[in-house]
Every structure is written in structure tokens, then in C-alpha cells.
Nanobody, 123 residues
Framework: QVQLVESGGGEVQAGGSLTLSCSVSGNTGDNYYMGWFRQAPGKDREGVATFDGQGKPRYADSVKGRFTISKDNAKNTLYLQMNSLKPEDTAMYYC?????????????????WGQGTQVTVSS
């Protein structure tokens, strides 16, 4: 079993920055693929950033050049650095983990999800 806990969300003005963290606990001895997703009110969940099967970062077109996914294996933590935030980035952000690759285009079905952290960007 793995537990994921997101943190770092908050309210920021457009153009600002936030860094989200996803702390992994439990059976961290296994290797897991991980990624970030978000869901805005009234909208479907969408993939934001993941590491592909070769460990390369992949980003949704809407966040390319502004968001950076990274991980610190020693701290068992996944990060999402978000710069130049826009009001349309407002959403609940979730991290997900699975023993199979976490893909941007597949937004459900992963074994482990965090509870989410809210990001609100005001104009």
C-alpha cells in the first residue's frame, strides 16, 4: 500500500508561482510511476505532467513552458513547480501513482491517488 499526500496549494495572483508537493509513504521500496492531474469545477479531470516509461517528463500543452515536474527519490516526494500561473489553472490538483506508467491521456484507474490540493489563481 502507498499513501499520497499533496500540499502546497493556495491562492495566488495571475503571473505568480506555486510549488506543489506529493509525499509518498507506505511501500516506497517498490518503483512507482507518478504524475499530476487536475480537475476544475464542472470540468473533466485532465493530465498535467507525468514521467513516461523512460522517465522523461511529459506535459499537457496548456502548461508546457510554465510547469515543471520533478521528484526527489531520497525524500519520496514528487513536485510540480508552477510558474506564470493563469486563472485557467485554477483547479484541484492531484498526484497519482501506479506500477504501470501514468499517462497524461488516461485520467483514471491508477491504484493510488492523493486527496488533492486546491490551486486558485485570481486575475
Amino acid at each position: 500500500q502507498v499513501q499520497l499526500v499533496e500540499s502546497g496549494g493556495g491562492e495566488v495572483q495571475a503571473g505568480g508561482s506555486l510549488t506543489l508537493s506529493c509525499s509518498v509513504s507506505g511501500n516506497t521500496g517498490d518503483n512507482y510511476y507518478m504524475g499530476w492531474f487536475r480537475q476544475a469545477p464542472g470540468k473533466d479531470r485532465e493530465g498535467v505532467a507525468t514521467f513516461d516509461g523512460q522517465g522523461k517528463p511529459r506535459y499537457a500543452d496548456s502548461v508546457k513552458g510554465r510547469f515543471t515536474i520533478s521528484k526527489d527519490n531520497a525524500k519520496n516526494t514528487l513536485y510540480l513547480q508552477m510558474n506564470s500561473l493563469k486563472p485557467e489553472d485554477t483547479a484541484m490538483y492531484y498526484c497519482a501513482a501506479d506500477r504501470q506508467p501514468v499517462l497524461l491521456v488516461i485520467t483514471a484507474g491508477y491504484n493510488y491517488w492523493g486527496q488533492g490540493t486546491q490551486v486558485t489563481v485570481s486575475s
